[in-house]
């Protein structure tokens, strides 16, 4: 109810009103082989190689000299998607968009703007009347 409360009414945060909303899970990404939802985190990941987030060769990030605007997405790629002018940890990114929606829709409360209690008032659809 106090979470609820804050989305409602806002929070005063040295002295000034800040927003609040839910988060919602995403789905998670492995920051060594890039790939959105493989069930694995870096630590466990079975790449040997990095992958870069922005033109998916086999180097990390911090050493990539690809400009901007030759970002090439390592996910949609394998989604047989237009991979290139993003990156694979761009949140704009079809293939995470896909994934995202497809982790929202396995999760009602995901549905609601509010944390659902017996309060009808909490029942507020994000997805519109």
């Known amino acids: 109810e106090v979470a609820n409360h804050a989305i409602r009414h806002r929070l005063f945060v040295d002295g000034r009103r800040v927003m609040v909303q839910k988060l919602l899970s995403e789905p998670i990404q ?43 997405c390592s996910n949609c790629r394998a989604a047989k998607q237009p991979f290139c002018g993003h990156g694979a940890a761009d949140r704009a990114c079809p293939a995470f968009e896909n994934k995202l929606q497809f982790a929202l829709e396995r999760n009602p409360e995901a549905n609601y703007r509010f944390f659902p209690t017996d309060d009808p008032a909490t029942w507020e659809d994000v997805r519109g009347p």
């Open 30 to 72: 492995c920051l060594k082989s890039q790939v959105i939802g493989a069930g694995h985190s870096a630590a466990t990941c079975p790449f040997v190689h990095d992958v870069c987030t922005r033109c998916r060769d086999m180097h990390r990030m911090i050493v990539c000299k690809v400009r901007d605007e030759e970002r090439a």
